[in-house]
């Protein structure tokens, strides 16, 4: 009897602890149903609208303990958007940071941002299914984040921006979106979600990756492989990171500053680039300067927050002729006593390059 009761005290548990998971990934994924839902009502959006894009930290944010990934489940199924459809992204974030959700209107270029409020996620599915959007949301905001609207209706950019409409996400997600809707490739936007926000630092990591592809191609997929000298780093390094696999913990990229004087030095130095063959041990390097300013792009003449958006519009139709922000400090060959060199941390790598 007493190992009987041993036993159904096990399956009790056993039953009851997934239960639990179940319970907990209804909660989110009626959250995110929830935000869609709103969201669309106040876009007049219906369902498999085209011209809508959704943007969250949902999957990264964590809530008293709680993954939200199965929020997406909800935003998908209330939409119709997913990653296949290139019309949902999740936009890295640390896990503590509360989870939001933001919506796009390409054809308006009306946008809502709504957070989510930890406390109101505690109860069950019921209480959250029952609860007013005011109090499940601890913001629910509106805005037009469209550029060319914004450079008419500076009053209304300076509200969203300096008031801090989407609670401190208004120039990662209107960066996003206006790229996006202008027909943004899924990879970069993808590689942008992971830099956080969309800038001509990170548009800069895709001008030079598909220079150095181009430069320097990858022609055997089973040895070779790209490795970043990221030096000095810059939002760059984030897109190269995703486009090339070329993460630091496998070796794959070697991130290092530079000091003022250092890149007074060097001029528009954007570090060392090598096609490396992990066969034979060797490599072919350059190393890249960029400069923001070879081309005379159209400028901005509002306010502040909205040069760096500008930017990443006026930036987009150069993605085929990046040579023109590109030079070649130098090209060389590398072997593993020199790649080595330029990965120690005694070391200088543009001094072992010999470029400084
Ligand atoms: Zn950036």
Request: net charge negative; aromatic share 10%.
């Amino acid at each position: 009897m007493r190992i009987r009761s041993k036993v159904l005290a096990l399956l009790l548990l056993l039953a009851l602890v997934p239960g639990l998971a179940v319970a907990d990934s209804a909660i989110m994924e009626e959250l995110g149903s929830k935000a869609a839902k709103k969201a669309m009502q106040d876009l007049k959006m219906e369902k498999g609208d085209a011209d809508l894009l959704i943007l969250t930290n949902a999957g990264h944010a964590i809530v008293d303990g709680q993954t939200t990934q199965a929020a997406l489940k909800g935003l998908s199924a209330e939409s119709g958007n997913s990653i296949g459809d290139a019309n949902l992204f999740q936009v890295l974030r640390p896990h503590w940071k509360p989870v939001w959700f933001y919506f796009f209107d390409k054809a308006t270029g009306e946008a809502v941002f709504l957070q989510a409020d930890s406390q109101a996620l505690s109860g069950s599915q019921d209480d959250l299914g029952a609860l007013p959007e005011e109090k499940l949301f601890s913001k629910i905001s509106n805005a037009n984040v469209d550029i060319d609207y914004l450079r008419n209706n500076t009053d209304e950019g300076n509200a969203t921006f300096d008031g801090k409409a989407f609670n401190g996400n208004e120039f990662s997600l209107a960066g996003i979106s206006n790229v996006w809707a202008r027909g943004g490739a899924f990879d970069f936007i993808q590689a942008t979600c992971f830099h956080d926000h969309l800038c001509p630092g990170v548009t800069s990591g895709l001008f030079l990756a598909k220079y150095v592809e181009e430069k320097l191609p990858i022609n055997n997929i089973s040895a070779e492989s790209y490795k970043v000298i990221a030096c000095p780093n810059w939002c760059k390094d984030d897109l190269l990171q995703m486009r090339w696999d070329a993460t630091p913990g496998k070796s794959s990229m070697f991130v290092m500053a530079l000091t003022d004087a250092e890149k007074k030095a060097v001029p528009g130095i954007a570090g060392i680039y090598i096609r490396w063959n992990d066969t034979v041990k060797e490599g072919d390097a350059l190393a890249l300067g960029y400069n923001f300013s070879a081309v005379e792009l159209p400028q901005w003449t509002g306010p502040a927050w909205g040069s760096k958006l500008y930017q990443d519009i006026v930036l987009m139709p150069y993605v085929d002729t990046p040579e023109a922000f590109i030079t070649v400090l130098k090209e060389f060959k590398v072997d593993a006593a020199k790649l080595a060199q330029m990965q120690n941390a005694g070391m200088h790598p543009l001094k072992v390059a010999g470029v400084m």
